[in-house]
């Protein structure tokens, strides 16, 4: 089975700066996705970004883009002039063909945004 | 547009009593549905997860279980509860093929007291 590791429970970032949070997995497929959500204190699930792995191209969505290196099986998000709002739960997320391709998550970094 | 509803949102229940969690997708047919657990201060664990009418397979082993009455119905459900069983639950369905995310049900806090 596949394993994610977040190895950063909480991390903090200032307004308007910049932060990375890691995310480590480990597959011998070849073939997957791999996502990043978020998850406010409503405990909604967000989808923040996603990256197919026969992708080499980075994926991007406004301020989130991720730095996924597959030869180290690592998927980092960063998040750019960090807001207030960003402020939540982030979980990465391997998607597998096993398990009627159900995610498999990590255990999550909370991220805290000061003013 | 499709939206999941899951329902309810919050529940606090006797130790021993039975417990029965909805949810529902609309706007899309034969979706993959799945039941996720959320520990306090941990990650998502895969409960149940169903490809298809009838069928469910269950990843832990454990007080639990799960029905798909119809094709965009999935409900989780105990016999008697344990205190163990108090968490965060969460449903969520995707497409079935593995091209993209699931979406997940705004979730249902369980209290087992």
């Known amino acids: 089975a596949q394993t994610v590791t977040q190895s950063q429970p909480e991390m903090s970032v200032q307004e308007a700066e910049t932060v990375t949070l890691s995310c480590t997995y480990d597959t011998s497929e070849s073939d997957y996705y791999l996502f990043w959500y978020k998850q406010p204190p409503s405990r909604q699930m967000i989808l923040v970004i996603r990256?197919?792995?026969?992708?080499?191209q980075n994926a991007t969505e406004n301020r989130f883009s991720v730095n996924f290196q597959k030869a180290a099986k690592s998927f980092s998000l960063k998040i750019s002039d960090s807001q207030l709002g960003d402020a939540a739960m982030y979980f990465c997320a391997y998607r597998s063909a096993g398990s009627g391709y159900a995610l498999n998550f990590g255990k999550g970094t909370s991220l805290l945004v000061t003013p | 547009s499709q939206t999941i509803h899951q329902w309810p949102a919050t529940l606090v229940q006797p130790v021993g009593s039975p417990l029965s969690l909805e949810c529902t997708v609309e706007g899309t047919s034969n979706p993959n549905l799945y039941w996720y657990r959320q520990a306090a201060g941990r990650g998502l664990q895969l409960l149940f997860y169903?490809?298809?009418?009838?069928?469910i397979s269950s990843e832990v082993p454990q007080n639990l279980s799960a029905s798909r009455p119809q094709d965009r119905q999935f409900i989780l459900s105990s016999k008697k509860l344990l205190l163990s069983d108090s968490g965060f639950y969460l449903c969520?369905?995707?497409?079935?093929?593995?091209?993209?995310?699931?979406?997940f049900g705004q979730g249902t806090r369980l209290t087992v007291v």
């Open positions: 169903s490809v298809g009418i009838g069928q």
């Open positions: 990256q197919e792995a026969y992708k080499q």
């Open positions: 969520a369905w995707s497409f079935p093929d593995r091209n993209t995310e699931a979406f």
